[in-house]
Nanobody, 115 residues
């Protein structure tokens, strides 16, 4: 069984920064795709950033140039560095691990950006 534990969320003023972490259990981490999603109240969950096992990254247009996803395979951890935060970035952020048709989700961490 794989467990994902997110941390690093909190309350920050607009223009500030936060760094989210997602630690994964198990030894399969180097071969999986990791991603961050977010869901604001009343909205659907949306993809924020994704990183493949080779380190290729992709981002939602709304966060390009402000967010950076990275991974540490030795520590089985994926990070999301969020800079220049905006009130519209407020949401619960979820970590997702996937390979083939298998996926696991973390419990989510709240990010609130005040104006």
């Amino acid at each position: 069984q794989v467990h994902l534990v997110e941390s690093g969320g909190g309350l920050v003023q607009a223009g500030g920064s936060l760094r989210l972490s997602c630690a994964a259990s198990g030894s399969i981490f180097p071969v999986v795709i990791m991603a961050w999603y977010r869901q604001a109240p009343g909205n659907q969950r949306e993809l924020v950033a994704r990183i493949t096992r080779a380190g290729t990254t992709s981002y939602a247009d709304s966060v390009k140039g402000r967010f950076t996803i990275s991974r540490d395979n030795a520590e089985s951890t994926v990070y999301l560095q969020m800079n220049s935060l905006k009130p519209e970035d407020t949401a619960v952020y979820y970590c997702r691990m996937s390979w083939g048709s298998t996926e696991y989700w973390g419990q989510g961490t709240q990010v609130t950006v005040s104006s």
